[in-house]
C-alpha cells in the first residue's frame, strides 16, 4: 500500500482530466433519463473512457418508462392564492398526471407514528424531507410516498427542510409507473407558509399536475481492463440526472471519477489482478434501470464486487455504506490507513443506489460519496443548486486517488468477499423500505 506507482499518483494530483470532463458534462443541463440530453451526456463519457484507454467501450441500450415534467399549480382558493413558479413548486418524477380538490394536511416529518395519528384518507398530504433529531435513521421521499398510498390519500407534498435549497425533485414511480398518486416537490419557503395556513385551521387546496409517462430508452456505457479472469471488479456511478439541474455532484462526479479511475489503473493495466469494467448507468434518478439491465443480463456469480460512486463530490472524505459486506468496508480502511486519511462507514443495506440491483442478488456491493459537514441531509442535490460551483478539482484527484486505491485492494486474490443470500440481504432492510419496496412493484420475497 499504496499499489498504485508513484509515477501514476503524480499524474492522478497534478492532472485536470476528471475536472475538464466534467465541466463537458455539466454542459448537458437536461440529463434525465430517456431524453436526448441523457444520451449526449452518456457520449461526454464515452470519450472519457476511450480518451482513458480502456477496452471494448461501447453503449448499451435498453427500454424504460420515461417521464416528462410540464407545468404544477397549486391553489389556495379561500386565500386567493396561487403558485406556480419554478422556485415554488414542481412535479416529482413518476408521478402521474391530475387534477385534486382536496383539504391539506400536514404531517409533519412523515414518520410511521405521524402517519398513524393523522386522518389523511381522501386529503392532499404534506411531508417534511428531514427526519426527528431524534429519530433512529433516515425516512426516504419513497417510503413516505408510500405511506400517503397506505393511508389513502389523494396527492402527495414534498417539502425541503433546506432554507434557499429550493424545491425538490426525486422519483416517486420507481417500477409501478406511473406512481398512484400525484406528487410535487416545494420549497422550504413556501412549505413554511402551508404549514403555518394548517395551524390556523382546514385549508382546501387544488393541486394540478401535469406531466407525461410514455415508452423510451436509456442507456449504459461500458469499458473494461484487465486480464480475463473468472471473476470481475465493477467500478460504476450513473450519468443521468434530474432535468431542473446541472447534475454536479449527483451524479456528474461519480460518472467522470469512473472515467478517471479507469485512466488511471489504465497505466498499470498489466499490473491488474482481475477482469475491471467501468460502467455508468442511464436512468439510476427513475428506477435504477440501467443497474437492473446491467445485473439481470450478466453472469453475477462473476462479479466478486461492485464499488458504486454516487455523490462524492462535497469532500475529500470517503464515506462507504457496505450493505453489510464488511470485507469491502475493510479493504477501504486499509487505504485511508495507508494514506492517512479519515473514512466514514456505515454497514446499512439500502434500495437507493445503482449497487441494490446487484445486492439483492447477493452481490457484494457498496456506494461510496463523500462526508459532509453540513446536517442538511441531500443538500443541493435535487434542486436547481446542484450546480458546478459548488465543487473543486482537488476534491476529484483526492476521491479518485482513494477509490482507485479501493478497487486494487478489493481485487487482491487473496481478499475473500463472500457473496451472501438474497434472503440474508433483505432480511437487513428496515421494515420501511420493505414497505416502500412492495408499494412500488420492486419486491418479491416475503420478509
Same mark, same amino acid.
Given at each position: ?30 440529463? *434525465?433519463a ?43 382558493? !379561500? ?8 422556485h ?15 383539504? @391539506?394536511?400536514?404531517v409533519? /416529518? ?15 398530504? *404534506?411531508? &417534511? ?8 435513521g ?6 413516505k ?7 389513502g390519500?389523494?396527492?402527495? +407534498?414534498f417539502?425541503?427542510h ?17 406512481g ?20 390556523e385551521? $382546514?385549508?382546501?387546496?387544488?393541486? &394540478? ?10 442507456q ?25 439541474a446541472?447534475?454536479?455532484?449527483d451524479?456528474?462526479v461519480g ?12 497505466? *498499470? ?8 469494467? =467501468?460502467?455508468? =448507468? ?7 434501470r ?28 470517503? /464515506? ?14 486499509d +487505504?485511508?490507513?495507508?494514506? %492517512?486519511?479519515?473514512l466514514?462507514?456505515? %454497514?446499512?443495506?439500502? $434500495?437507493?443506489? %445503482? ?12 456506494m ?25 478539482s ?13 478497487? @486494487?485492494?478489493v ?15 433483505? !432480511?437487513?432492510? &428496515? %421494515? ?16
Amino acid at each position: 500500500m499504496p499499489r498504485l506507482p508513484e509515477s501514476v499518483l503524480g499524474d492522478a494530483y497534478s492532472n485536470t482530466n476528471a475536472w475538464d470532463t466534467l465541466i463537458d458534462l455539466v454542459e448537458v443541463e437536461n440529463r *434525465m433519463a430517456g431524453q436526448a440530453g441523457e444520451r449526449e451526456g452518456a457520449d461526454v463519457i464515452v470519450d472519457a473512457f476511450e480518451d482513458a484507454g480502456l477496452n471494448e467501450v461501447g453503449i448499451e441500450e435498453f427500454e424504460i418508462p420515461g417521464w416528462w415534467r410540464g407545468s404544477s399549480v397549486l391553489e389556495l382558493p !379561500d386565500r386567493d392564492k396561487h403558485y406556480n413558479a419554478p422556485h415554488q413548486l414542481f412535479a416529482l418524477p413518476g408521478c402521474t398526471d391530475g387534477t385534486v380538490e382536496a383539504e @391539506l394536511v400536514d404531517v409533519g /416529518h412523515g414518520t410511521g407514528a405521524e402517519f398513524e395519528n393523522t386522518d389523511i384518507e381522501g386529503k392532499v398530504v *404534506m411531508v &417534511s424531507s428531514d427526519v426527528p433529531d431524534d429519530y433512529d435513521g433516515w425516512l426516504h421521499r419513497m417510503e413516505k410516498y408510500a405511506s400517503a398510498i397506505e393511508g389513502g390519500a389523494e396527492a402527495f +407534498v414534498f417539502r425541503n427542510h433546506v432554507a434557499g435549497c429550493l424545491p425538490p425533485t426525486g422519483e416517486v414511480g420507481y417500477h409501478a409507473r406511473p406512481g398512484e398518486l400525484p406528487a410535487v416537490g416545494i420549497s422550504k419557503e413556501l412549505g413554511a407558509r402551508l404549514e403555518r395556513y394548517c395551524e390556523e385551521g $382546514p385549508v382546501q387546496v387544488t393541486l &394540478s399536475v401535469d406531466c407525461r409517462n410514455e415508452p423510451t430508452t436509456s442507456q449504459n456505457v461500458v469499458g473494461e481492463l484487465g486480464p480475463d479472469t473468472q471473476e470481475e471488479v465493477w467500478v460504476t456511478a450513473h450519468h443521468d440526472s434530474h432535468d431542473i439541474a446541472e447534475g454536479a455532484n449527483d451524479n456528474g462526479v461519480g460518472s467522470v471519477l469512473v472515467a478517471e479511475i479507469g485512466r488511471l489503473l489504465a497505466q *498499470m493495466e498489466a499490473d491488474l489482478d482481475v477482469r475491471t469494467r =467501468f460502467v455508468t =448507468f442511464g436512468s439510476e434518478e427513475i428506477g435504477l434501470r440501467g443497474a437492473y439491465h446491467a445485473a439481470d443480463t450478466v453472469d453475477v456469480d462473476r462479479v466478486k464486487a461492485i464499488i458504486n460512486i454516487d455523490g462524492a463530490g462535497r469532500s475529500g472524505t470517503l /464515506h462507504v455504506r457496505s450493505s453489510g459486506f464488511s470485507p469491502v468496508e475493510e479493504a477501504f480502511r486499509d +487505504v485511508a490507513a495507508a494514506f %492517512d486519511v479519515p473514512l466514514q462507514t456505515s %454497514d446499512d443495506v439500502s $434500495p437507493h443506489g %445503482d449497487q441494490w440491483a446487484f445486492v439483492e442478488k447477493g452481490v457484494p456491493g457498496v456506494m461510496v460519496s463523500s462526508a459532509s459537514d453540513e446536517q442538511t441531509g441531500r443538500g443541493w442535490g435535487h434542486t436547481h443548486a446542484d450546480t458546478l460551483d459548488k465543487l473543486d478539482s482537488r476534491t476529484l484527484r483526492e476521491i479518485a486517488v482513494l477509490i482507485a486505491e479501493g478497487t @486494487l485492494a478489493v481485487s487482491e486474490p487473496e481478499r475473500e468477499i463472500p457473496h451472501r443470500e438474497p434472503e440474508a440481504v433483505r !432480511d437487513d432492510l &428496515s %421494515d420501511s423500505y420493505v414497505r416502500e419496496l412492495k408499494v412500488g412493484n420492486r419486491w418479491n420475497y416475503e420478509k
